[in-house]
């Protein structure tokens, strides 16, 4: 089971990951999303950290030190394209509304 650190805002339709920061606002070509970086602890994994695209929740990347995590995140993103993250972020609401 995925346990994430925030919570899904009903009325804006959007994951809200806490305590977070919004990063790679002006990674060329990805503008229009929004990722986060927060510290995400569960039992036997004391804070790793992740970056999650912002709709969804999903997570890019992780890393046991921020930069790192966003470092990684960028590079995934850059060597996966707009198009398919675009494509992954609507599967991922799409299955939600089935559901």
Known sequence: MTMWKGYFDQHKKTFVPEPAERVMADLSGFEEFEFYVHQYSFPGNLGNWRV???TTGARVDFASIREQAIEDA???LLEHGHEATRR???KILQ?????
Request: glycine share 0%; proline share 0%.
């Open 52 to 54: 999650t695209e912002a």
């Open 95 to 99: 299955s939600r509304e089935s559901s």
């Open 74 to 76: 960028k590079q995934r």
């Open 88 to 90: 992954c972020i609507q």
